[in-house]
Structure formats: structure tokens, C-alpha cells
T-cell receptor, first 112, second 110 residues
Framework: QQQVKQSPQSLIVQKGGISIINCAYE??????FPWYQQFPGKGPALLIA?????SEKKEGRFTISFNKSAKQFSLHIMDSQPGDSATYFC???????????FGKGTRLHILP | DTAVSQTPKYLVTQMGNDKSIKCEQN?????MYWYKQDSKKFLKIMFS???????INETVPNRFSPKSPDKAHLNLHINSLELGDSAVYFC?????????FGQGTRLTVV
């Protein structure tokens, strides 16, 4: 049973475009939703995170949109750059110390 | 001053051998994890420790034995290595909700 479903598996976007990655979760007890960025040969790095008491969080070119009733959240990357090419993971967790459950990842490629 | 450091970065070994991966964090976090990333990049939780105590063991074969000598260290020992153990293993620590990952250990069993 996959608790966090992520789509698409891969995404190609032109430089300057908007990249959108979607995730859905099942467990309503989840209360922390981070996004991680992973470059080849590196560990996942925390990009941005949201809690369910807000519907949107923005940090620079990265925005999380959160829909609690639909149990969905998404990452938007504005003005996508070639340096954003990486694998992105959505995730969910219950409580401050509980395990973090990851989606299967989206391989993003930004065309120069 | 790396926050979460793992050693070694690469590990190539023969089937049947026993190996260990070490992890240290300098963030002062109470919670540490081991994750396995397979060839399809899927990140799966293996173990979770809180203040040196095992909290989660996600149906990992008992050939895998984590050990936490103190809350800054979480090591992973693997006995009788199998071909299917080949993967990248990540250590992570978590504090105030945020989790930080090490650079990973690529284990190749031949």
C-alpha cells in the first residue's frame, strides 16, 4: 500500500517555464509534508515543507499548494532553470519524530 | 562541519561478507533513521531511533542490525550480504520536524 502517491514519474520543462509535481496521500493523521530535492550522487535535501493549517507556502521560486479536503499537495517551480534538473520527492509524516514516508520521485529535466 | 556524515561513501563486497556503515550527526537531534534507496530511486524507511532507542523496524531482515552507541551516532551492520542488498543507504537525523540526510553509502554486492 503506497501511502504517498507522486506524479508524474518524469517531467521535461523549458527554461523559464513552470514545473508542477503532484502528490496525494491517504493517511489523514499526516501533519507534515516536505519536498526533497536530490541530485545524482547526493542525499535528498529539504527544499520546502508545509503543515496542513495553511494552503500555500512560498520560498523564492518554489511554492507548495496544499488541499486538505482532497488530500493532495503539489510543488510549483516558477521560472525553472537548468540547475533545477534533479529528482524531487514529496513526503509525509505524522508528528515531529515519526518516520517520513516518500513518494516514488519525479525526475525533472529543464531544457536550456 | 557536515551535519550528517556517513562512511564509507562506496562499499563493494562479496556475497556472504559482513559489513558496517557508520553515521554521525552534529545537529543535536534526538531522532535518526536509516533509509534504503533502490535502483528505481525509491526511498524506503528501514529503522528509526529516538535517543538511542529503536522506535521503528520496518520488516527488515534480521541480517540488518542497527546500533546507536549515543544519540549522535547510528551505525548499520549487515551480515551475510546478498546480491539484493545492493542499493544506496542513507542515514538521516530529524529535529523540530525537519530531517537532514547524509550523502549516502553505495553498497554493491558482487
Amino acid at each position: 500500500q503506497q501511502q504517498v502517491k507522486q506524479s508524474p514519474q518524469s517531467l521535461i520543462v523549458q527554461k523559464g517555464g513552470i514545473s508542477i509535481i503532484n502528490c496525494a496521500y491517504e493517511n489523514t493523521a499526516f501533519d507534515y509534508f516536505p519536498w526533497y530535492q536530490q541530485f545524482p550522487g547526493k542525499g535528498p535535501a529539504l527544499l520546502i515543507a508545509i503543515r496542513p493549517d495553511v494552503s500555500e507556502k512560498k520560498e523564492g521560486r518554489f511554492t507548495i499548494s496544499f488541499n486538505k479536503s482532497a488530500k493532495q499537495f503539489s510543488l510549483h517551480i516558477m521560472d525553472s532553470q537548468p540547475g533545477d534538473s534533479a529528482t524531487y520527492f514529496c513526503a509525509a509524516s505524522r508528528g515531529r519524530d515519526d518516520k517520513i514516508i516518500f513518494g516514488k520521485g519525479t525526475r525533472l529535466h529543464i531544457l536550456p | 562541519d557536515t551535519a550528517v556524515s556517513q562512511t564509507p561513501k562506496y562499499l563493494v563486497t562479496q556475497m556472504g561478507n559482513d559489513k558496517s556503515i557508520k553515521c554521525e550527526q552534529n545537529l543535536g537531534h534526538d531522532t535518526m533513521y536509516w533509509y534504503k534507496q533502490d535502483s528505481k530511486k525509491f526511498l524506503k524507511i528501514m529503522f528509526s531511533y529516538n535517543n538511542k532507542e529503536l522506535i521503528i523496524n520496518e520488516t527488515v531482515p534480521n541480517r540488518f542490525s542497527p546500533k546507536s552507541p549515543d544519540k549522535a551516532h547510528l551505525n548499520l551492520h549487515i551480515n551475510s550480504l546478498e546480491l539484493g542488498d545492493s542499493a544506496v543507504y542513507f542515514c538521516a537525523s530529524r529535529g523540530r520536524g525537519e530531517a537532514f540526510f547524509g550523502q549516502g553509502t553505495r553498497l554493491t554486492v558482487v
